[in-house]
């Protein structure tokens, strides 16, 4: 009942701070992560392979080798410092790493986790007599009298409790044991942290690399989605005004040639994202008329801040598309401002809506929508509706700090 209610309230714990360890390990993640691209961003280094176990003996030399350091304190008494102390300290620590070691790597891993529980006792219960007739041997070593050889060892000393000048009783097999079983259990918890960091972290690469597949599909999307409009415009150009439908041909040419360069890496700076909505909304113009009112604002206080290319025109297409009034009085309102590590779009259109078609699929918004979700879940507000007779959009998005 005792282990029962023990692992309730475990797991009750670890539900009850799931998210906070979540964002720990979160945020461990990134930091060791920005470490690394720091370090492999230094390409002036020679690059040389180094095994695993390399590092974990110059960690165990450290800790083998700390001792050495009361060496260097003028104040220790030297007189107590000899090769019977020195090995009274080291070969326990000696003992506790080799069992630290051969769990670790070996009874943990491919006994104890693979349920080969009579392998794994087996094991310790060797190593536990092994470290006991250690401990025989180094006492009998520097108690040992003249003329003692092995032989009186093995027949008066060894595991002798009590009788032979007191150094074995019962209470040390029970340290040993107690000692074993400590080191045992900080292998296992070792063992299953590991794992679950591991799985975490694959886990974490698996999504991200999801989502950056989806990014990739929705962002070759909206391209397309945006020149087969545009085209569809000039194409109706071509019959009532040749001249103007040329001159479309051009800018679009130029709006390509932009975007393709520009559009093709994960960011690109604001100040670029906005040059190529200005270009694209004198595109739109030339379909208008004189009495088409149109303003493009924006205030940026950063320009060289990075974000996705194209995050903003659906929203901009929407505008220039659902604004024109056959009747005229068309207007079309922009307004982007850029402050800190905030990004507010705005845009307020006349709202004549054309009559959607049996097939259409609303590319365009649906893509924007899932590329708002991957990238800024959680970080972004996006609302839009008719207020009067206008049709307005607002998309406010909280940009990375790195990225500012």
């Known amino acids: 009942m005792t282990t029962k209610y ?35 961003g230094d390409e002036s280094d020679a690059q040389y392979p180094i095994p695993t176990f390399v590092l974990m003996i110059l ?42 070691l051969v769990n670790q790597r070996y009874l943990v891993p491919k006994c104890f986790f693979r349920k080969r529980y009579v392998v794994f006792f087996a094991g310790n219960a060797l190593i536990l007599f092994i470290s006991l007739l250690g401990r025989e041997i180094f006492y009998f070593l520097i108690q040992r009298k003249a003329g003692e050889g092995i032989v009186d060892f093995f027949s008066n000393y060894c595991f ?16 040993f044991v107690i000692a074993l079983a400590f080191i045992c259990f900080v292998c296992i918890l070792i063992s299953m942290f590991m794992r679950l960091i591991i799985r975490a972290f694959i886990l974490r690469e698996k999504k991200r690399s999801t989502l950056e597949y989806e990014l990739k599909f929705l962002k070759n999307q909206l391209s397309p989605h945006f020149l087969f409009n545009t085209l569809n415009n000039i194409t109706s150009l071509i019959r009532i005004d040749p001249d103007l439908a040329e001159t479309s041909m051009t800018k679009l040419s130029q709006l390509i040639r932009v975007m393709l360069y520009q559009t093709g890496d994960k960011y690109i700076s604001l100040k670029e994202d906005v040059g190529i909505l200005e270009k694209y909304a ?14 493009f604002e924006y205030e940026l206080e950063n320009p060289d801040c990075q974000v996705e290319p194209l995050l903003m025109m659906p929203l901009m297409e929407n505008a220039m598309k659902h604004c024109v009034n056959p009747e005229g009085n068309s207007f079309a309102h922009i ?5 800190g590590n905030g990004l507010t779009f705005v845009s307020e259109n006349s709202n004549f809506p ?51």
């Open 354 to 404: 054309r009559k959607a078609k049996p097939n259409a699929s609303g590319l365009g918004l649906s893509t924007f929508k899932k590329r708002l979700e991957l990238m800024y879940s959680g970080r972004y507000q996006y609302k839009a509706g008719v207020e009067g007779d206008a049709y307005k959009t607002e998309l406010k998005v909280e940009l990375k700090k790195d990225s500012v």
């Open 59 to 100: 960690i165990w030399m450290f800790i083998l080798l700390f001792p050495l350091i009361l060496l260097l304190d003028p104040t220790y008494p030297m007189t107590q410092l000899s090769v019977i102390n020195l090995a009274g300290y080291y070969l326990p620590l000696l003992a506790t790493f080799l069992t630290f």
């Open 282 to 295: 004198e595109l739109e113009k030339l379909r208008h008329d004189d009495s088409f009112d149109f303003k």
């Open 160 to 175: 002798s409790a009590g009788a032979v000048r007191g150094h074995f009783s019962v209470w040390t097999v029970l340290v």
């Open 335 to 339: 307004k982007i401002v850029q402050k």
């Open 6 to 40: 023990a692992k309730s309230a475990f797991r009750a714990f670890l539900r009850r701070n799931y998210e906070r360890f979540a964002e720990l390990q979160e945020a461990q993640f990134e930091k060791s992560e920005r470490e690394l691209i720091e370090i492999m």
